[in-house]
């Protein structure tokens, strides 16, 4: 099953040793924000809620998440519409044990799309590059890989507390383990941590960073270990215990941290199987039984200490219960220690042994090849992304860096094709900014408007977009969105602006503006900014400082 990303809190009694590692990163990350959450968020925290809950075990029916995504869609909560698909994803998986569900991802990645969001867009081709090569057949052009670096790239530079980016990274380092790229893998889940940053409900992404980290660390010194017994590098054996240690807190559920466990023990068996306590025989229907078994027989096989013959049973009992498709790592080095008890017993290095050194080392630089592979791939997609920003800035404002009328055509356009057939136009103004230039200057002018600007890019959703027609007149297209929630949206951003700290840029300055609204389809674009306008205009004879329609 893919990690789950749940757990409950810390005992709020007092941190355990282990605990006190992680404080400064937990603190950072809280797990709910300081400020109270918004109704969009209650409704995004409510899907990996229920994401956690399928995860543990418990019922979610494709009743409830298709409710979930109707109430969320009919409030305009696109990014919890977008949580309750990636739920849908997960309850599929829970019922068929097939991962990821392709007419899910696809869902997925249609929506996002329509909703112009980035973050979205890269959580579904961070999903879909998680197939096999030969099941894509979603109209992906250059297949899997090509869907995991877009994503990895379109990631990179976003800022800011995002759940909803902390599990696309999370997802972008499923897709590197799959492939054995650890190192691309672990760069992510440093990404998916930044983005929890002051994040409401980090709980449900945190617990499943710090045991796929530790899950990884450990695997890369299984391979190691593969490679002969010769002493591991102490900088990646430090990095997998401080991983495992760090895991091994109450945040990340009981059941997770007994396997952890179990991977410490068999680290330290690697290590150095002189100095590790054997561990206790096994419940022969424990998942991670052979695991144990693995650990008693590299313990068995220290000359000093150890007897061959107890090395031989417990490895072939690892070699039994070691599933190779869910443990694979463990699994061949079950098969090395094998070959190694073998050459032991004749007193030299057997044809089995030296042909499993041949194949480890064949393996290790397969991996390495496709690491190299994958980062040109990144670099190239980044070459690619450099050029799409390019034209980008060319379809900004100057002074504010919103989008310009050129921008506004394309994106009306596109907005068309994609077949969107509602979308609410919002043209503000401010109040009187002609006596603030004449009062205090342009340069106070020209600040006023870049803060403006500022409070209009927070006030929007991803897939909307916010325009400079000219002058102090902006402009923010809405797709999705009903006339009244439009209104209220509009009044939210008419009262950001009245309660701005204007003080800040010049000593007595009070900013206010008026908004007029029209909805419709944009393929009527040009008639309702013009509607839009004029109830402008409206709200500005009627004092300013309003909404009107």
């Known amino acids: 099953m893919p990690p789950g990303e ?24 809280a797990t709910l924000s300081a400020a ?13 809620e229920l994401k956690r809950d399928l995860q543990d075990g418990r019922s979610v029916t ?18 919890a519409v977008r949580a309750g698909l990636l739920l849908d994803i997960v309850r599929d998986f829970c019922e068929t044990s097939v991962w990821p569900c392709v007419s899910g991802i696809e869902r997925l990645l249609e929506r996002a799309a329509a909703d112009g969001s980035t973050t979205g867009t890269a959580l579904a081709l961070a999903l879909r590059g998680q197939l096999p090569a030969q099941q894509e057949d979603t109209g992906s052009l250059g297949g899997p890989d090509d869907d995991l670096t877009r994503a990895s790239v379109m990631l990179e530079g976003l800022e800011g507390p995002s759940i909803e980016r902390a599990s696309a990274h999370l997802e972008c380092a499923r897709g590197y383990l799959n492939r054995g790229l650890w190192e691309l893998e672990l ?19 945190m617990p499943a960073i710090l045991f796929n980290r ?87 096989c220290d000359r000093e200490h150890g007897s061959r013959e107890v090395a031989t049973r417990e490895i072939g009992l690892a070699l039994e219960r ?26 030299r290095p057997g044809a089995g042994l030296h042909y499993a050194r041949v194949l480890v ?11 190299a592979a994958m980062r040109s791939r990144l670099d190239v997609e980044r070459m690619r992304e450099e050029h799409a920003r390019l034209d980008r800035h060319a379809h900004l404002d100057e002074l504010t860096g919103l989008a310009n009328r050129r921008a506004l055509g394309r994106y009306v356009e596109d907005l068309t094709e994609r077949g969107v057939d509602q979308v609410s136009f919002a043209v503000l103004d401010l109040d009187c900014f002609k006596g603030v230039n004449d009062r205090y200057g342009h340069h106070v002018g020209d600040e006023m408007l870049r803060h403006v600007a500022r409070i209009l890019r927070g006030s929007i959703r991803e897939q909307d977009i916010a325009v400079r027609l000219g002058g102090d007149e902006f402009l923010l297209v809405m797709p999705h969105l009903s006339p009244e929630i439009a209104h209220r949206r509009g009044t939210e951003v008419v009262a950001a602006i009245a309660t701005a700290d204007w003080g800040q840029i010049a000593a007595g300055l009070a900013v206010t503006s008026s908004l007029g609204l029209a909805a419709g389809h944009p393929r009527q674009a040009q008639d309702l900014i013009v509607a839009a306008d004029a109830a402008l205009y409206r709200a500005k004879a009627a004092g300013g400082n309003r909404v009107l329609r």
Do not use: K
Request: contains cysteine; aromatic residues 6%.
């Open 361 to 371: 080392e064949m393996r290790w630089q397969t991996r390495l090849a496709g690491l």
């Open 36 to 48: 109270p959450l918004s109704a969009a968020e209650h409704a995004l925290l409510h899907a990996y």
């Open 62 to 79: 494709s009743e409830d998440v298709e409710r979930l995504i109707a109430e969320a869609d009919a409030a305009g909560y696109a990014e």
């Open 322 to 347: 070691i599933d190779p498709n869910e443990a694979s790592h463990a699994h061949r080095l079950a098969l090395c220690i094998a070959a190694e008890i073998e050459a032991e017993g004749l007193g």
């Open 187 to 205: 760069r992510h889940y440093e990404a998916a941590e930044a983005a929890l940053v002051g994040c409401a409900g980090a709980q449900f992404v």
């Open 214 to 300: 530790a899950e990884t660390l450990m695997n890369w010194c299984t391979f190691l270990r593969e490679r002969g017994p010769c002493e591991l590098p102490a900088d990646r054996v430090a990095s997998a215990r401080a991983a495992l240690d760090e895991a091994d807190v109450d945040l990340v559920p009981a059941s997770w941290r007994t396997e952890l466990r179990i991977f410490g023990a068999l680290l330290d068996a690697i290590v150095d199987p002189a100095l590790t306590p054997v561990p206790s025989e096994p419940d022969p229907d424990h998942e991670y039984a052979g695991h144990v078994h693995l650990t008693r027989a590299l313990i068995a």
């Open 6 to 29: 749940h757990a409950a809190l810390a005992d709020p009694a007092g941190p355990t040793p282990q605990e006190r590692l992680l404080l400064p990163r937990l603190a950072r990350a």
